[in-house]
């Protein structure tokens, strides 16, 4: 019987199989080279804060917020003051006249806590109206300038330093951040600032993101414990002489 010899034949299955081996690596290589996973960062905050509709709505719900505390503050102080008269007619308890005292004052104070709630459900919810609509067109800018670097991912940086080791919410605030640390070349804030203001014609008004990061940054070693880390974004506040309304501790007709 004539015997085959089979070394040629595995030599040139091996080579085979190294070729197929090579050709591939080389294949995923230039794939890699030439479609190469790259990455890129926003400040939403800073986006945010310094976007032109955001920053018109803040000054006109600043503006309401402002009238609305002189408003009610004026009220309090008629309220006390005929509180105070009322109080000096020595009204006997349990008359009809001292009834109405106390529930015109009572009324007073209750009409005066209501319109204080409704003025601030209206600063909640026109300063998230105008959040949401202002992050819609962020995201719809970072989809198209991420579209044409070809960039595959984008997330959001913000640095919050906890200036005050003692202070454990800081401390917590800057231990929840998603991403630690990245290249400032990968920050494309500026990019999504420049189109927003284009749109509009106010290229000679595009505020400077990585200034402004930087004069935050130096605010945050001066800041005062207890004080949030910057990147909250809330309402003006809503206040009658810095406390709440309370009818029970306002109403005191004797």
């Known amino acids: ?58 000054k006109e719900l600043l503006e309401f917020s402002n009238a609305k505390e002189r408003e009610f503050n004026e009220r309090k102080m008629k309220i006390s003051d005929r509180e105070k008269t009322l109080n000096g007619l020595n009204l006997k308890p349990g008359t009809k006249e001292h009834d109405d005292a106390v529930a015109e004052i009572t009324t007073g104070v209750t009409n005066l806590e209501k319109d204080v709630k409704i003025a601030q459900r209206k600063l909640i919810t026109e300063n998230s109206i105008i959040l949401h609509t202002v992050y819609k067109e962020i995201r719809e800018e970072i989809d198209f300038v991420a579209k044409q670097a070809q960039i595959a991912q984008v997330m959001d940086y913000r640095t919050i330093e906890a200036t005050n080791p003692a202070d454990p919410n800081a401390v917590a605030a800057m231990l929840e951040q998603n991403l630690i640390w990245y290249h400032e070349n990968l920050d494309i804030s500026q990019a999504i600032i420049n189109r927003i203001y284009a749109k509009r014609n106010q290229t000679a008004n595009v505020p400077d993101i990585k200034a402004l990061r930087a004069q935050e940054k130096q605010a945050a070693l001066s800041k005062k414990d207890g004080e949030q880390p910057r990147g909250n974004i809330t ?20």
């Open 1 to 58: 019987m004539k015997r085959t010899n089979l070394i040629p034949l595995v030599v040139v299955l091996a080579l085979s199989f190294a070729g197929y081996i090579t050709t591939a690596v080389n294949a995923q290589s230039a794939a890699a080279t030439a479609r190469p996973y790259q990455v890129a960062v926003v400040d939403i905050a800073q986006l945010i804060k310094n976007h032109p509709s955001f920053m018109a709505k803040q």
């Open 235 to 254: 309402a003006p506040s809503l206040g009658v002489n810095g406390t709440a309304i309370n009818p029970a501790a306002t109403t005191g007709i004797k």
